[in-house]
């Protein structure tokens, strides 16, 4: 999955006395796209020392020894050899590593960017001196970076697994998914989540595994659990346009193995029942 990047690893402290060497990458973004070259099928980022307004770059995070930095001039740049593209269609170059690095300078990015005034005020917000958070000066409210839970479902009938498409957007092989809302447990959010997009009821939820997904600022928890009861799926169409049973057999993976979803659904193609 997308975080899996052993032996390198992802540094996420606030580091409140990191400052850019020339050398030091910078994440350029304008919403969802990103300032890159691309080479022989590599990611290039451009440095500090190619900036012409370095004071606007604050830190993110770091991989390995190196830090990578944000550009926060929340304007677009133009940079000889660079072009903006969107994170997604940058997948298909990327590595674990840089999976890492796009999905989350993207979700810091646009965190800053949500959170240049107070949501209680409106006053001017300003970096906290200590930690990562946005401090507003006038009501002292502290803004932290914002986190989504959402729920991944792999929903079996005995050998069967019922997969889904979205109605928009992403074309691929995905399975019933969505947010936890107020009040209520990731269990009940997996059973509210199945009912309302297949009409199953249920049972036997079983916890598999989390995922962060900064392109959607969400912290993924991976379920499988069994139909309770009848199997007949009723499609919500306003969401959905497709759910099926599945043998394993017949089950189509991602192009990719950066998501928490194909890696579920490759998990019961291979091993079926594996988590009993």
Known sequence: MIQDIAPHRFHNEYRKEAAPFNESPV???????????????????????????????????????????????????????????????????????????????????????????????????????????????????????????????????????LLTQYREGYGHNALVAGFAEIGETLEETVAREVMEETGLKVKNITYYKSQPWGIANDILAGFYCEADGSTEIVMDKTELRLAQWKLPAEIELQPNSFSLTNEMMKMFKEHGVFWK
């Open 27 to 161: 994440l350029c973004f304008d919403e969802r796209k990103l300032l890159v070259k691309v080479s022989d099928d590599k990611i290039i980022y451009p440095t500090f020392e190619m900036l012409d307004h370095p004071e606007k770059t604050i830190y993110a995070f770091a991989i390995d020894e190196t830090e990578f930095f944000l550009d926060n001039s929340q304007s677009a740049r133009t940079l000889e050899g660079f072009e903006y593209l969107d994170v997604f269609s940058l997948i298909g170059f990327a590595t674990n590593v840089d999976g890492m690095i796009l999905f989350t300078g993207y979700h810091l990015a646009s965190w800053y960017n949500d959170n240049r005034f107070c949501g209680r005020c409106g006053n001017k917000n300003e970096h906290n001196d200590y930690e990562r958070a946005m401090h507003c000066p006038k009501c002292k409210r502290n803004s932290y970076p914002r986190i989504m839970p959402a729920v991944i479902v792999g929903v079996t009938d005995g050998c069967r697994l």
